[in-house]
């Protein structure tokens, strides 16, 4: 099970933390990943991580975000900076089905098994 937390309405430039928890499973064994939906659009990969720590990012957040896992406390992170309008979207984390390589990154909605209920980001302008 992931649960995902940390989503607010921020101003635009603003920062904001998310945080996705874990439970059930032992992360250690699965590449994660953040996917965001924004009304009217596809759900869009935003940032994965694999089970090593190698980290990919959708070009426009690149240098804004940061992905970031803690397999003893089994959670992950999005750490967004400098958010744009643009950003605003029901935030996912997810998690394959394990024992993928210790550098894949899974960039593909198909690619992940197990998924949370989205955290809601709103950026204001």
């Known amino acids: 099970q992931l649960e995902e937390s940390g989503g607010r309405l921020v101003q635009t430039g603003e920062s904001l933390k998310l945080s996705c928890t874990v439970s059930?499973?032992?992360?250690?064994?699965?590449?994660l990943g953040w996917f965001r939906h924004a009304p009217g659009k596809e759900r869009e990969f935003v940032s994965g991580?694999?089970?090593?720590?190698?980290?990919r990012y959708l070009d426009s957040v690149t240098g804004r975000f940061t992905i970031s896992r803690d397999d003893d406390q089994n959670m992950v992170f999005l750490e967004m900076k400098s958010l744009k309008p643009e950003d605003a979207a029901l935030y996912y984390c997810?998690?394959?089905?394990?024992?993928?390589?210790?550098?894949?990154?899974?960039?593909?909605?198909?690619?992940?098994?197990?998924w949370g209920q989205g955290t809601q980001v709103t950026v204001s302008s």
């Open positions: 991580i694999s089970r090593g720590g190698s980290t």
């Open positions: 059930g499973h032992t992360i250690s064994y699965y590449a």
């Open positions: 997810a998690a394959d089905a394990g024992g993928s390589y210790p550098n894949t990154i899974w960039s593909s909605v198909s690619q992940y098994y197990y």
